[in-house]
């Protein structure tokens, strides 16, 4: 049968993931390392785990409120007011969705009409300009470079603004750069989203995990929170990926269109990984977020480790100054990202990921992630330096 004339050709235009493609070769390979999923290597808590159990053991197995369970849409309220001094009601202002992912589907078909564009710094996390897509909208890419630091400018966004942008996506700290945007350069894109009345999607799943300094949230700013839809989530904050919960945060208004989509879509996130997430939010409250400076401490460690041993090999290597992930560039080998990363991964057994699949600027680049022990990091760092060691005296 030719299933080619049923398939959507939005679908057929849209690539694989770059990022799972490495991932599942790797995971075929006899003692491949794998450094391309951002996943953390943490365990979740047992607290939280029996927090998940239990419900089930009760028979807390049916539906929640489509919203979520109110009782974890306030302690969400509770931790955006005390973390990023942001203020939303629980009642109808705070969405819990399957993972951040979810979130920022809903807010882009809440949003799009076909045509409309969408500002999206690149490099940046490999399902936007697919999900935008997918909404019958335009994703269009904004160059981030390393000579700014991966962040995006005000001069970068007007030279591609139209009469058809509507959206910007905000995703800081940046997935894969690890780029952060500091208060102050938040303030200068605020003024444009004002001045150009553009509405900010801020996928802020890194925000637990900046190193240098507090991380800020463009909804915090003057007149930006009427036109911000904040996305975050458990999984990385709170080593929480495979339990996939998340939660928007915006105004009402914009809320109830993303509720329709979410009750007809999904009807609500599961009702143990809900109980799982209150029960983390309540702990870290408890212990004043004591568990999660550990988690970033360890981060932190791994951070400086990487960005230490890429640079004494000669492959240059921003700092980032947030996530888990270092952005080195590679063209000093002779080769672009795709290249190095296939030869790195056959010859050494060791799994990166090119820096193109997060963007046209990431050409030059390869993805690790550090969201690994730090063994594993050695032991990959060792590989690299021999690989590019027996490269220079081919």
């Known amino acids: 049968m030719n299933y080619d004339k ?22 075929s390979m006899k003692d491949a390392i794998s450094l391309g999923v951002g996943e953390p290597d943490f365990v979740t808590p047992w607290s939280v785990r029996d927090a998940a159990i239990l419900s089930i053991k009760r028979g807390y197995t049916q539906y929640t409120s489509n919203a979520g369970m109110l009782e974890l849409r306030e302690a969400i309220a509770k ?37 409309d564009e969408v500002l999206i710094p690149d ?17 269009v890419p904004v160059n981030c470079v390393v000579e700014n630091d991966f ?34 350069h938040l303030v200068e894109i605020a003024k444009l989203c ?20 507090e991380h800020t949230s463009i909804a915090s700013l003057q007149g930006m929170r009427e036109r911000t839809i904040v996305i975050n989530g458990f ?11 998340g939660y928007v945060a915006c105004p009402r208004e914009l809320l109830e269109q993303m509720y329709k989509i979410h009750q007809y879509g999904i009807m ?26 550990e988690m970033h401490e360890e981060y932190d460690k791994r951070r400086r480790f990487l960005v230490r041993e890429l640079n004494n090999m000669g492959l240059e290597c921003f700092e980032p100054k947030g996530a888990f992930y270092v952005f080195p560039k590679v063209s000093s080998t002779g080769m672009n990202g795709e290249q190095f990363a296939n030869d790195l991964l ?44 027996e490269r220079k005296n081919s």
């Open 123 to 139: 490099p940046s996390y490999v399902s936007y300009s697919p999900c935008v897509s997918l909404c019958g909208g335009v994703p």
């Open 268 to 293: 609500c996130a599961p009702t143990a990984s809900q109980y799982a997430g209150l029960k983390a939010l309540n702990d870290a409250f408890e212990d004043n977020f004591a568990s999660v400076r």
């Open 6 to 27: 049923y398939i959507s050709e939005i679908t057929k235009n849209i690539k694989p993931s770059g990022i799972r493609k490495f991932f599942d070769v790797a995971n």
């Open 235 to 245: 999984s990385k904050a709170f080593a929480m990926t495979g339990w996939r919960l």
């Open 346 to 389: 056959f010859t050494k057994k060791v799994a990166v990921v090119p820096g193109n699949a997060f963007g046209q600027n990431g050409n030059d680049f390869v993805r690790i992630s550090y969201a690994y022990s730090m063994e594993k990091l050695k032991k990959a760092i060792k590989r690299i330096a021999e690989y590019l060691e």
């Open 79 to 115: 931790y955006l007011n005390l973390r990023y001094n942001l203020t939303y009601d629980p009642n109808d202002e705070i969405l819990v969705t399957v993972g951040a992912s979810e979130g920022i589907d809903l807010a882009l078909r809440a949003l799009l009409n076909a045509g």
């Open 151 to 184: 962040k995006v400018t005000p001069k970068d966004l007007m030279d591609k603004i139209t009469s058809k942008t509507k959206v910007l996506i905000m995703p800081y700290p940046n997935n894969p750069t690890g780029a952060i945007m500091e208060k102050s």
């Open 194 to 213: 004002i001045e150009k009345d553009i509405i900010v999607i801020s996928d802020e799943i890194y925000s637990e995990l900046t190193y240098d300094e």
